[in-house]
């Protein structure tokens, strides 16, 4: 199977910055996109940033400009550096994989969560 570990997340003060880490690991044959995804309690999990394998990347509205999602395919790790940060980016970050196991079928796996908590 996959495994997705998350790190980096943290309390920062507003307009500082963090570095989110993800790392899949496992019976790996290719990880294809990877997405970075965020809920707030009571609020719905939204895409914060994703990134396909040949580096091609989309950002919600709310982050362009402040953060960059970047990867190491040799690592199999997505990054998410967040820049500018607000009190509203205060969230639980999840990470998401879609990834192509040894036996070459596809499954979305998904890291455990960092909470990343903004004050102001």
């Known amino acids: 199977q996959v495994q997705l570990v998350e790190s980096g997340g943290g309390l920062v003060q507003a307009g500082g910055s963090l570095r989110l880490s993800c790392a899949a690991s496992?019976?790996?044959?290719?990880?294809?996109?990877m997405t970075w995804y965020r809920q707030a309690p009571g609020k719905q999990r939204d895409v914060v940033a994703a990134?396909?394998?040949?580096?091609?990347?989309n950002y919600a509205d709310s982050v362009k400009g402040r953060f960059t999602i970047s990867r190491d395919n040799a690592k199999n790790t997505v990054y998410l550096q967040m820049n500018s940060l607000k009190p509203e980016d205060t969230a639980v970050y999840y990470c998401?994989?879609?990834?192509?196991?040894?036996?070459?079928?596809?499954?979305?796996?998904w890291g455990q969560g960092t909470q990343v908590t903004v004050s102001s």
């Open positions: 496992g019976s790996i044959f290719r990880v294809n996109t």
């Open positions: 998401n994989a879609d990834v192509t196991v040894s036996t070459m079928r596809r499954y979305d796996y």
């Open positions: 990134i396909t394998r040949g580096g091609s990347t």
